[in-house]
């Protein structure tokens, strides 16, 4: 039997994947991640010189490219798209990361504001579209990985935040519930095309510039009583987008510390 060894399973050499939002604090280690294990990597940001410069410090024999990208514009998403084949000569892979969001919860949210944050799950569809019709143009495999949250499967604890910053967004929660969703609805229509479509669902991974009494009531909610670290997250995503997870589709896979498991 010639069964492929764990190496080979995980191996993206001859692969390029485009990761948008790669200049953010989970993009650029998850670009490290694919860099590391052989792809070619296109980092896709709203700034032109974010990603590129992102691109340039990826480890690996690369080239690396950098595109401009915006997931709330149509142009920007097909320009961005072409410019990533154009650059690489093919896209494989799809990372689904780049979000803009506002920060008003129930008390102050706007309609327009609400709708505005919601054109980010239309951005994904749109270019997740884009990443099925290319590979399906080449008779190739394709992976798609949309980056969900936690908080679009459960609520979020209101004293968590209460005295210290703006609670959990409700659109960002409505956002993150919708991406999941279209991930399952996506991956069992783009089957028979040999594109595997998955969530990728990160718990609590605060920046430095999260507020620290915030930071550590959340991490009295966590099983785990800790934060995540963004390299925790590389394993789970190279293990979606891969040939290791090559009978993985339509799933959502939560990097949470256990914090829904209660």
């Excluded at 670290?229 to 959502?252: C, D, F, M, V």
Aim: proline share 4%; charged share 15%.
């Amino acid at each position: 039997m010639n069964e492929p060894t764990i190496q080979q399973l995980f191996d993206m050499t001859g692969q390029t994947v485009l990761i948008t939002g790669a200049s953010g604090l989970l993009g650029q280690s998850m670009a490290r991640a694919f860099a590391e294990a052989g792809a070619t990597v296109v980092a896709g940001s709203r700034e032109l010189s974010r990603a590129q410069a992102v691109a340039e410090t990826l480890p690996g024999d690369g080239p690396h490219f950098g595109v401009e990208l915006n997931h709330l514009l149509e142009d920007s998403i097909s320009n961005g798209f072409a410019a990533a084949v154009a650059a690489a000569g093919q896209v494989d892979v799809l990372i689904n990361n780049g979000q803009q969001g506002h920060a008003m919860d129930v008390t102050d949210v706007t309609a327009e504001v609400f709708s505005k944050d919601l054109q980010n799950a239309t951005g994904y569809f749109l270019l997740a579209r884009q990443l099925r019709d290319h590979v399906a143009s080449r008779n190739a495999a394709g992976s798609i990985v949309m980056i969900g949250s936690m908080y679009g499967v459960v609520g979020s604890y209101p004293d968590a935040y209460e005295d210290i910053c703006t609670a959990s967004p409700v659109q960002y929660h409505t956002l993150k519930g919708g991406i999941i969703q279209m991930t399952r609805h996506l991956a069992v229509y783009w089957a028979r095309d040999n594109v595997r479509v998955n969530c990728l669902s990160p718990g609590p991974f605060p920046s430095d510039a999260a507020p620290a009494a915030m930071v550590e009531r959340l991490v009295q909610r966590s099983p785990m009583a800790r934060m995540g670290q963004p390299e925790e997250l590389k394993g789970a995503a190279l293990l979606l987008a891969s040939r290791a997870g090559s009978y993985i589709t339509g799933q959502n896979l939560l990097v949470d510390g256990g914090w829904t498991a209660w």
